[in-house]
Nanobody, 120 residues
Framework: QVQLVESGGGLVQAGGSLRLSCATS????????MGWFRQAPGKQRELVAAITSGGSTKYADSVKGRFTITKDNAKNTVYLQMNSLKPEDTAVYFC??????????????WGQGTQVTVSS
């Protein structure tokens, strides 16, 4: 059974910060690269940050320098620290395992996601 539980979203002013969390099962966490995706209204879901099982990271150009993906091996949890948030970062954020180091998503199952809203 796939377990992906996102949390940490909220409403924040432009320039603010949020930290998202994604809890998953150990079997998924330990053997896969993990990624954070987001989906804004009317737009396709896009991968914004990824971290391999070895800890290498990669970011979409739109968030590079502002977002940081990390993981806690003891908690089977992946985090997304989001700084200098912009209104265009407004979206529902999801996590998933990845095929390879930069997607696509490995599982067809998606968690409930966590809403991030950035006001101008």
């Amino acid at each position: 059974q796939v377990q992906l539980v996102e949390s940490g979203g909220g409403l924040v002013q432009a320039g603010g910060s949020l930290r998202l969390s994604c809890a998953t099962s150990r079997s998924i966490f330990s053997s896969n690269a993990m990624g954070w995706f987001r989906q804004a209204p009317g737009k396709q879901r896009e991968l914004v940050a990824a971290i391999t099982s070895g800890g290498s990271t990669k970011y979409a150009d739109s968030v590079k320098g502002r977002f940081t993906i990390t993981k806690d091996n003891a908690k089977n949890t992946v985090y997304l620290q989001m700084n200098s948030l912009k209104p265009e970062d407004t979206a529902v954020y999801f996590c998933n395992a990845l095929w390879g180091g930069w997607g696509p998503a490995k599982f067809g199952y998606w968690g409930q996601g966590t809403q991030v809203t950035v006001s101008s």
